[in-house]
């Protein structure tokens, strides 16, 4: 019965560490949680058969999460998950920017540093240079570079 709960709980360890590294990255609370898993199934196994046994235990298991690991990534199965498009249209492309440096408007979004606002009743996309600006503040265009428009907020 021991062998089943040891082989199990190394098992549930390396699956939740697969699912993190592949489905679900960057959470890491799922990778650490299938680690934690898997140490509390070596060390049962030391404590129910043995320093040699424990040994092997805590062998096999390494070998095991390495060998799906590399399984997992050469099988491609991200790859149904993963973004196959690319975006292609530019910042304010698809509208007629009328706007000059000095121009005064408001955000309508928060500018993080990038968002929306609207100039001369037309919403576009602005940016900052950096700086965090909640909604509906007024704002001041200080560059225009192409379809970039930069702005700071008014003091």
Excluded at 3 to 17: A, E, R
Excluded at 23 to 51: A, K, M
Excluded at 56 to 81: M, N, Q
Aim: charged share 20%; glycine share 12%.
């Amino acid at each position: 019965m021991e062998w089943f709960f040891v082989l199990g709980l190394m098992l549930l360890g390396i699956g939740i560490i697969v699912i993190e590294v592949i489905f679900i990255p960057g959470t890491t609370i799922v990778g650490i949680l299938g680690f934690l898993v898997g140490i509390y199934g070596v060390y049962l196994g030391y404590e129910y058969f043995g320093t040699p046994t424990g040994h092997f235990i805590f062998f096999g298991g390494f070998l095991g999460a390495t060998i799906a690991l590399v399984a997992a990534f050469k099988s491609g199965a991200w790859e149904r998950f993963s973004l196959k498009e690319r975006m292609q249209n530019k910042v304010n492309e698809d509208i007629d920017v009328k706007i000059n440096v000095g121009d005064e408007g408001e955000s309508i979004s928060s500018l993080k540093p990038i968002g929306k606002a609207i100039f001369n009743d037309q919403v576009i996309e602005v940016r900052t240079n950096g700086d965090y600006i909640r909604e509906s503040k007024k704002l001041k265009v200080i560059r225009v570079d192409g379809q970039k428009i930069i702005v700071e907020p008014l003091n």
